[in-house]
């Protein structure tokens, strides 16, 4: 049987729509641009969402090839 692993995350919101988003040792900010009412910090939640993406397509085509 396989090791169940745990993962935390911790999000604040910030001034406007600016998200500061603790995961494990890392940091992001998820923010919208100017135009959008936001401080542009980070990338959107679209921005991460699509990012997010692109990584598991990758690393689990990876791990397939491997």
Known sequence: MAK???ISIEAKLDEKFKIE????D???????????GGTDAGPTPLEYFLASLAGCIGTVSRIIAN
């Open 4 to 6: 169940m692993k745990t």
């Open 21 to 24: 988003v603790k995961a494990g």
């Open 26 to 36: 890392h940091v992001m900010y998820v923010d919208q641009t100017k135009a959008g």
